[in-house]
Nanobody, 126 residues
Framework: QVQLVESGGGLVQAGGSLRLSCAAS????????MGWFRQAPGKEREFVAA????????DTADSVKGRFTISRDNAKNTVYLQMNNLTPEDTAVYYC???????????????????WGQGTQVTVSS
């Protein structure tokens, strides 16, 4: 079992920045491939970014590329999502996810993740 707890969400003005954190426990964090997803009201959950267990490979959705950066600190069992130049379209609940499957190192599919956090709300005002 893996427990994931997100933090760092909140209300920010357009153009501002936030850094989300996701703390993991219950299993060797360094063996987990991690991802961030988001879900806006009335929309499906969508991929934001993912990072391989080594931290050497990342993938970022086109909609946030150049503005969002995923990183991890295996010593702190934490994955981060740095979000810059936020827009109202980034408003959503952001979820951290963990995959234990070696074949899916930076998957964009929610089905390839085994554990999910409870989510943290990000609201961007115009």
């Amino acid at each position: 079992q893996v427990q994931l707890v997100e933090s760092g969400g909140g209300l920010v003005q357009a153009g501002g920045s936030l850094r989300l954190s996701c703390a993991a426990s219950g299993r060797a964090f360094s063996s987990l491939n991690m991802g961030w997803f988001r879900q806006a009201p009335g929309k499906e959950r969508e991929f934001v970014a993912a990072i391989r267990w080594t931290g050497t490979v990342t993938d970022t959705a086109d909609s946030v590329k150049g503005r969002f950066t995923i990183s991890r600190d295996n010593a702190k069992n934490t994955v981060y999502l740095q979000m810059n130049n936020l827009t109202p379209e980034d408003t959503a609940v952001y979820y951290c996810a963990a995959s234990t499957r070696p074949a899916y190192t930076t998957s964009r599919s929610p089905e390839h993740y085994d554990y999910w956090g409870q989510g943290t709300q990000v609201t961007v005002s115009s």
